[in-house]
């Protein structure tokens, strides 16, 4: 059976580690996608078309759809990017749109719910929410690639940053050849 996974997009930079997660996720499985408002106008900026993915794409405040349901059964959510303003929604329950909603149900019924926060510096009220986020059951994954597998282009850095989401999510992928020692 194919696995369903829910994917948000918010107001942070960085639309293009969503596109590349929709890629991988939407050829085997079945990708329910939810963008607010000012990813689609981050998205137009950084020149990140999200349109055309074989997903369902769901509005923001379609507040009753299926995924808002703990009774809707799915293998995880991730919200990349995951804006500051949205952890703290998150964080602290407030879950007034599909994205928030749906992520407070994963966290209720216990499911994989990663957030990959974009934010720098951090302060003390995003800490304070990563924390509260990850107490209660999400996974904080910053968009904060590593150069050990030494990336050439800007495509390589987002590519790294995605395989450690797909990992989470069980997902096989091959977008990074997987460390094996120095110069291995
Ligand atoms: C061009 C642009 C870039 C932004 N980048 C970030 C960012 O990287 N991280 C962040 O937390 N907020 C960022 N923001 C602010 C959020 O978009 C803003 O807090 C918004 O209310 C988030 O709403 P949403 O989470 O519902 O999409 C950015 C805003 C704009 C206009």
């Known amino acids: 059976m194919k696995k369903e996974f829910v994917v948000g997009v918010t107001g942070a930079s960085g ?3 969503a596109r590349r997660l929709l ?3 939407c050829k085997d499985a079945n990708v329910h996608l939810i963008i607010s408002d000012v990813a689609g106008q981050i998205a137009a900026h950084e020149g990140v078309d999200l349109s055309g993915f074989a997903a369902t794409y769901h509005d923001i405040d379609a507040i009753a759809a299926g995924i808002a349901s703990g009774s809707h059964r799915h293998d995880g959510m991730v919200i990349i990017p995951c804006s500051s303003k949205t952890l703290a929604a998150i964080a602290s329950g407030y ?3 599909l994205i928030t909603r749906t992520a407070d149900v994963c966290l209720k019924e216990q499911r994989k ?3 990959v926060t974009r934010e720098m ?3 003390t ?3 304070k929410n990563m924390l509260a986020a ?3 059951g999400a996974t904080i994954m910053p968009a904060c690639p590593g150069f050990y597998h030494r990336p050439k282009t800007v495509d390589d850095m987002v590519d790294m940053v995605v395989a450690r989401v797909l990992d989470h999510l069980n997902v096989e992928h091959t977008l990074v050849r997987r460390w094996s020692g120095y110069d291995a």
């Open 113 to 115: 719910c990663i957030l």
């Open 121 to 123: 510096p951090l302060s």
């Open 134 to 136: 990850q107490e209660a």
């Open 125 to 127: 009220i995003h800490l």
């Open 23 to 25: 890629e991988v996720l």
């Open 15 to 17: 639309v293009c580690y």
């Open 95 to 97: 879950a007034d749109n």
